[in-house]
Structure formats: C-alpha cells, structure tokens
C-alpha cells in the first residue's frame, strides 16, 4: 500500500473571542500549513474540511471556509466531526490514488457557541435531550462510573489536571498554562458533580490546517525533515444510548486501536509509542482512555498516573502540549493534536519537545463519553 | 494505486411527505435492510458505514452517532460526511473511497432526511452569509429563478421549455414504485400551476420529502464474488464555486462544467450525449433541467431548449434523464443524491423494474448544492 505523511501543519493561536471570523482563522492556519510545507497552493488538489453546521449555527458551514481553505476549482469534501476522522478521510482520497496533496482544515468558535445547546441537541429528541443533559453533565455520569467501578477518587482526577496544566506551561500556544495542585483542582467551583471547573476543558477558538501527501509527492516536494508519516489508523463507534453502554467499559476505543496498533505493525503499544496525545476534554478521560488505548490495564489508569508514567519526563509522556484541559476548540482538537505530534516527531516542539521522539499516537473523540473514537499512530 | 470499486446494492424508502409510521432512525433502517436484502448480505458483512444529513433540518446534531441502531453500526467504524444539498453524492464518494482506498472491502453508504419534521426554508437560510445575503438569498427558489430569468433572457428559453422537463420527470415518476409525488401532468399544467417566483411554479419545483437511501460499495474481488453485475464506479469528481452569491457566474453552471468536463476526462468520455445511456441528475427545479443541460456538455450554451423539443432527454430519447422521476418528485435532502447513484446503479444492473432504460452500459449522476456545488460519479457495467 501506498504511504501518506504529513507535510505541513499550520494553526491559529489558541484564542478567546477571537476577533476573526472563523473562515479568516482557516485563511490563516491553511495558510501557514502550505508554507510549512514549502509547496504553493496550487500543488494541492483536494481539501477536507470538519465543519458542524451545529457548532457553526449555519446551514452547509463548510461553504463558508471553502475559498479560505483554498478549494475554489477544487475537489471538496467535508466529514462532521474531530479533526482525526477528516484526516482519515483525507487519507482515504490519497490512497484511492485520485489525489496526491490534500489540505485537511478544521475550524472552531467556541467563543460563539452555546455549549449547552448544541451537545443537547446530540441526545435522543424525545427521552433524553428533555432531561437537558449535555456534554459535561453526560461526562459527568461517566466520570462517576468509572469512579464506581475501579474505587477511583476525585483527587486522582484532579492530578490529570495538575499534570496538563502544568505541561501547558512550556507551550507557548497554550490557552491556560497554570501551576496549580490537587488542592485547586478540588476547590474550584462544582460544574457538575464530580466534575469541577479545573477538570473541564476551556471554550476555545482555533483553526488548524494539515497538508498531506502521497509518497511519491511527499518525497519530491519536502525534506526528510518536515515528512511524518501516517502509520496506522482504526476508527469504532459504540451503542448511541448512555443506558445501552457500561460507560466505563471501552470497548470500541480497544477495537480502534487495536486496528491502529495492526495497521502500523504494532506489538505492545507501552514499549512502542514515545508519546501521546489523548483526548482530555474531561481529567478523568485520560486515564480511562489510556486503557482503552491498551497502555495499561482497565483501571489501572490512576496508578501509573500516580507514579508519574504519563508525566512529561516520564515513560510514556501523555499530553505533553497541554492537552484539550489547557485549550479545546473542539472540531478542531483532532488536528491540533495531530499538528503536535508532527512537530513533536520533526523535533521541532520548542520547550515541550520530547526527547527520542520515534512513534507517536493521537487520538480523537466523536459523540458524547466517547461513542466513537479515531486512533492514529504516526512515525518518522 | 487504489482499488476498484463496484456497486453490489441499493435500498432506497418509499418517499412520502409525511412517513408519520416511522421514526428516523427506522426510515435509516428501511433503507438499510433493503440494500442489505438486494445485495443478499447481513450487517456482519460491512465492514464500515458512512451517513450524511443537513442537521438542522431536523434539528440533530452528531448524526452518525444518533443513528447507530438504523444504522447497525454499533462497534463498526462509522462517520459522518456532509454538504449540504449534495451530501447524498458526497457520501456516495465517501463510501466509494473507503473501498478504493483498501482500507474497507464491503462499505455501507446512507443519506437521509425526514422533512416534515423540520423547518426546511428556515434552515437552509442560514447557509448565506449573515450580514450580507441572507436576506435576498433565503431559501432555495430566488436564486434558481434568477439563473433562469438570465439564461431565458440570454439564449430565448421560455417557460415552457421548463415545463416540458417537469412534464417528462413527473410522468416517469409513475414507473416508479418509491417516487414521492406521482401524478401525471402535462405541459399545460405546470404553466398553470401557482406561480412561486417568476419564472419558477409550483409544479417546477421540487417537493420536501420523508426518505432514505443506502448504497453498499464492494472492491473488484468482493463485488465479483458477491454480485452477478455490479455498477461499477468510474470516477466520482466534485467542484465547487464562490463562497459568495454574488460571485458567481449565473448564465452557464461553471461548477457543472468543471466537474463533468474532469470526470468525462478520467472517464475517457468524449461524445456525452452518445456515450451515456441513461443519466440521473439531480435537477431540483425544471429550469435547471434545461439551463444545466448546456454545462454537462450535450451541446452548445443556449443549446439545451432545442434537444428537450426533440425530446432528446424523454424515455424513448437519445440519453434518458431521470426515468425514476428525479428530484422533482421526490427529495429527501440529504438522500436525493444518493438516490441518483442508486438508481443509476440499479439501471446498470438491470434491475430498474419499470423505468428500466434497455442495456445500460454507462450512466452518468450528479448531485447539486451549496454555493452551486457540483459532485457528480459515473457509473459502468464494465469495468473502469
């Protein structure tokens, strides 16, 4: 099979209220992902947008980014969803062989959206959606299960948050770098029990924008350098339903990764991967789904968390940038986490770099507590 | 090089304007269960699932998520695509690329849309910019009569010509067991018909309807084995126009031309109107029935009026158009696309019932949306 790689990665600043419209802030990360990648505009032949009509408030809001992301007279496509399902579905194209450089863009105006309103509007119409149950308030069901089932605690929730947190502090891109201790994290105000402020993830506005290539244009159009490769991908959704899943039991996260893991020839995902970027919307996600992720056992996330596994000089650095708690546009967290691991692999990360940087995994969340998830292995 | 891909079956609701006997989610699974039956297969076999709706017409959001048990995705990759009037078309592609990338065999592809739970016109408002063109540009109708006005003014088409297209896919929805509206009409009829925006009458325009498709992609080695004659996809090709309304070209369809002259190209298509033995396109509104017919290719710009007097594009015609109808008379927004590549793959396969054109080799569809959005596939009983 043909290989993809990532050659150029571009993204706004993470921002509150930004004042550009999110079409200007895709012009923007697109932009500057063609530059990264030292190509003109005119090599790309295809772009995938995320886009939500939702989260955008607009019918067919990928219209709006089209001439922004450089698609006029282009073949033009658009997935509802993370960031990481488009990039899958940009890779898709390439290997089809109809096209060899892809412009996957994503945009997100938190800023500008109703939360509440909008991830209400993912729950059944008739039953749940009258309950007012949203994102945090399901996550906040989620957490508690989890808690429930394993004898989990808030504080080692809360030591997910510290840890991220305090990541952010060496990333210059980050909305909320902060030293901050268990302490903070248990007295910040209750958002919905047991989840508080300091475990939930910011309302964030950010574009990103990544460049892919087939093989046989990436090595003619970049540097040794800039290339890295997609190595592996699996994507799974469970049942729609709260009630219809054991909420701490990840079972399609494990199929998605194991298809992951087998696509780029992976045996044991701990000695493997060098680092990971995890979908942290929630503290208490991280530690759930690097079980799911198979890095360690069910339940077990919390430990190895404790002893600092996943810390930023740990073994498997998890989150190193910040993570989604630090800034989290959420259409484009996906990406932004992507862009990040090919920095990371270029070695180019700045003061968050991580060191020996070989094998890198990514991973993405649609639907509420992780109906379905999007696991990517990308390597030099 | 990616693999090639093939058509193995199609499933597809009975449309009406109200389905009140079924939810969404049990319209997805009609259509799901269908194609499943016309390819003889069970869900066990398929092995990813794309679907496609516009989420505010009914008002849900994560749509791929929602519909998980219509679906029959639970524990299989799924994901969502969407494009406003094309998505039928765009998840057609994106099933398409599924298979043809190699990383799927089997992949099932749905659109839906169940109109009379929404607020279509308001919806859809929404798609222009907000400060600058919601207003003259809200809903759908204003801008197909205005195209039409120019290209009448332009090329000397008259309403009747119009007419004569929504006379010709009306009266073959009647051959068609699943169409929406199904009532003969003639000529007269639609020139008599409410008035809706000069030149666009009622029995011009499309209707809304409750419906769903499902369309089930194969590679060469699994289509061969699990289909006596599968429709197999020869290109799929989309191109795209301004953000803007007001910056786009109004008498011809530059997206239209882009697209079919790209895809004609990788199809090895050079006499369209000779090549293609059956075509459905999606033409929500007779106007673009007759303005369209220009960018496709059949002829000349200003070309089209003649050919549909000839009855060029009519059952017994050199290129029948839309023998299942068409979109006039049956649109269920996020499926009406996709219905295009069914029925145009279901004519390849012999297995159109009534409205079957004799010995299909090559069939072309199109779906049409957004800023005058084009996605367009071509289909063939042998082999690309």
């Known amino acids: 099979m043909e290989k993809v790689a990532i050659i150029g990665v571009g993204f706004t600043k993470y921002d509150r209220n930004s004042p550009l419209t999110f079409a200007e802030m895709v012009f923007e990360a697109t932009s500057k992902a063609i530059a990264d990648a030292g190509i003109s505009k005119d090599d790309v032949d295809n772009v995938v947008s995320a886009s939500s009509d939702f989260w955008d408030g607009r019918t067919i809001s990928s219209m709006a980014i089209s001439d922004a992301s450089n698609a006029f007279g282009k073949d033009i496509t658009t997935v509802e969803g993370d960031g990481t399902f488009a990039a899958l579905y940009g890779m898709m194209r390439i290997l089809s062989g109809s096209f060899g450089v892809t412009v996957v863009c994503a945009h997100h105006k938190g800023t500008e959206s109703s939360m509440n309103g909008i991830t209400n509007c993912a729950f059944d119409p008739l039953v749940e959606r009258r309950l007012g149950i949203d994102a945090v308030s399901s996550a906040a069901l989620q957490a508690r299960r989890y808690m429930n089932k394993y004898g989990l605690s808030e504080e080692q929730f809360a030591l997910v948050s510290v840890k991220n947190h305090g990541n952010a502090m060496r990333n210059p891109l980050s909305l909320l770098p902060m030293e901050i201790t268990v302490d903070d994290v248990m007295n910040s105000r209750k958002i919905a029990d047991p989840l508080k402020l300091l475990d939930c993830s910011p309302v964030t506005d950010g574009a990103c924008t990544l460049v892919l290539a087939a093989e046989r244009f990436a090595k003619k159009m970049t540097t040794n350098k800039k290339r890295v490769w997609l190595k592996g991908v699996g994507h799974c959704a469970d049942a729609f339903r709260l009630g219809d899943r054991d909420l701490a039991d990840t079972r399609a996260l494990k199929r998605a990764a194991k298809r992951a893991y087998a696509m780029a020839g992976i045996d044991d995902p701990r000695k493997e991967i060098d680092f990971a970027e995890v979908y942290d919307a929630f503290s208490y996600m991280e530690p759930l789904w690097l079980e799911g992720l198979g890095i360690c056992d069910d339940g077990k996330g ?8 996943f810390d930023y000089g740990g073994k498997l650095p998890v989150n190193a940038s910040g993570g989604r708690l630090s800034a989290n546009p959420v259409q484009s967290a996906g990406l932004y986490a992507m862009a990040e691991a090919t920095l990371q692999l270029r070695g180019k990360a700045g ?11 990514v991973h993405g969340i649609n639907g509420m507590c992780g109906q379905s998830h999007c696991v990517w292995i990308l390597g030099k | 090089m990616g693999k090639r ?19 969404g989610v049990e319209l997805i699974a009609e259509a799901v269960t269908r194609a499943l039956d016309d390819a003889q297969l069970t869900m066990g076999d398929i092995d990813a ?27 299989k990759p799924v994901f969502k695509v969407t494009t406003g009037g094309t998505t039928g078309t765009t998840v057609g592609a994106c099933g398409y690329y599924h298979v043809a990338s190699g990383l799927f065999d089997v992949v099932l592809a749905v659109g839906w849309e169940k109109n009379s739970e929404s607020d279509t016109q308001a919806a859809i408002a929404t798609c222009a910019n ?4 919601r207003d003259p540009f809200a809903g759908a109708i204003g801008p197909l009569a205005t195209e039409y006005s120019m290209y009448m003014k332009a090329y000397g088409a008259t309403e009747s010509d119009s007419a004569m297209v929504a006379a010709r896919d009306r009266n073959n929805a009647l051959n068609n067991p699943y169409a929406h509206s199904r009532q003969a009409v003639t000529v007269e009829d639609v020139l008599n018909s409410p008035m809706l925006s000069y030149p666009v009458k009622f029995l011009d325009m499309c209707p809304r309807s409750d419906g769903s498709c499902a369309v089930i992609f194969a590679t060469e080695e699994k289509a061969k084995k699990l289909c006596p004659k599968p429709a197999w996809v020869h290109c799929s090709v989309v191109r795209h126009d301004y953000t803007h309304f007001g910056d786009l070209e109004w008498k011809f369809m530059p997206t239209l031309e882009r697209a079919s002259a790209a895809a004609y190209k990788l199809a090895g298509i050079t006499n369209p109107l000779k090549e293609f033995d059956v075509a459905e396109l999606y033409i929500p509104c007779s106007t673009c029935g007759v303005k369209w017919m220009d960018s496709l290719w059949f002829c000349e710009h200003g070309g089209a009026p003649k050919l549909i007097r000839k009855g060029t594009f009519d059952m017994d015609g050199q290129l029948p158009i839309n023998p299942s109808g068409g979109v006039i008379s049956t649109n269920p ?28 080799k090559k ?15 071509i289909l063939g009983a042998d082999l690309p």
Request: proline share 2%; hydrophobic share 40%; charged share 15%.
């Open chain 2, 130 to 133: 907000p400060t600058l063109e």
């Open chain 2, 49 to 75: 699932i794309v679907i496609g709706n516009m989420d505010h017409f009914e008002n849900i959001n994560y749509v791929d998520m929602w519909a998980t048990d219509g679906l029959g995705s639970c524990m």
């Open chain 2, 333 to 360: 927004i996020g499926a009406t696309a996709l219905i295009r590549v069914g029925e145009a793959a279901w004519q390849i396969m012999g297995k159109a019932g009534a409205r079957q054109v004799p010995n299909v």
């Open chain 2, 363 to 377: 069939a072309l569809c199109t779906g049409f949306g957004g800023c005058s959005w084009t996605d367009l596939m």
């Open chain 1, 302 to 309: 919390c430990e190895y968390l404790e002893r600092g596994y």
């Open chain 2, 5 to 23: 891909v093939g058509i193995i079956g199609v499933g597809q609701t009975h449309h009406a304007a109200k389905r009140l006997d079924v939810s």
């Open chain 1, 351 to 361: 003061k968050h770099q991580v060191r020996n940087a070989e094998t890198a995994l």
